[in-house]
């Protein structure tokens, strides 16, 4: 049975994008330090390989990784009613500040003010 699960799962992955291919490995543990290297490995790739793959598909690992975390940071906040450090931290962020500003960076806004927005369309 876990033979023919994995079979299904790598057939799954060689289907799809390999930029979503990475999505998912770093959506099944978002806290997890994913670099590279770990990442190219799941997927039977060298790390070079990986990278001109992601080229291909014109992204790179370091969007994919932020991308993630940025989609995972706006669930936490819109349902599940957690602090600011708890959702840096839930996203594999140590440092609320960096978490902070990346979400900025990603969004145009601060995780507060984004909040705040997403609140104020149900409202009206």
Known sequence: LEQSRFIA???YILRSSVRDSVCRII?????????????ASSLCLSP????????NENTSYSQIVT????????QMLLMDNKNITQVAQLCGYSSTSYFISVFKAFYGLTPL??????RQKVMW
């Open 48 to 55: 070079s390989l990986l990278k001109k793959k992601l080229k």
């Open 9 to 11: 799962l790598l057939m």
């Open 113 to 118: 003010n984004y909040l705040a927005k997403q």
């Open 67 to 74: 991308e993630c975390r940025m989609r995972y940071a706006v």
């Open 27 to 39: 959506q099944s543990d978002i806290q997890h330090y994913w670099n590279l290297r770990i990442v």
